[in-house]
């Protein structure tokens, strides 16, 4: 439960740290705008259950290893999944975007 809130806040805090340099640099905001804090989610909730599903795969094959090697295990196996569903979302974003 306490993982759940604290990636949600992650989530929550970028979108808030997004919106405030956007409008720092000085871009106005537009309608298509209203659906980044979505995509956002989406991406940040997906990459952190495949994160977690990795760290019980290294846990449950990995005895001997220490926590620090168990993460970064579970972060090496997470990687190339997480670059391609990141790249795949970019992708269905900006087909949606032009339509």
């Known amino acids: 439960v306490y993982l759940g809130l604290a ?3 992650c989530i929550g805090l970028t979108i808030v740290s ?3 340099l956007c409008l720092f640099i000085g871009f106005i905001p537009t309608e298509i705008h209203n659906l980044m804090p979505f995509l956002i989610l989406g991406i940040g909730i997906d990459d952190s259950l495949v994160i977690i ?3 019980e795969n290294v846990v449950s094959k990995e005895r001997t290893l220490n926590p620090e090697e168990r993460v970064g295990e579970a972060l090496r196996q997470a990687g190339v999944s997480i670059t ?16």
């Open 7 to 9: 990636v949600v806040l």
């Open 18 to 20: 997004a919106a405030g």
């Open 53 to 55: 599903q990795c760290l």
């Open 84 to 99: 391609i569903t990141s790249i795949t979302d970019v992708f269905a974003f900006a087909i949606g975007a032009t339509t």
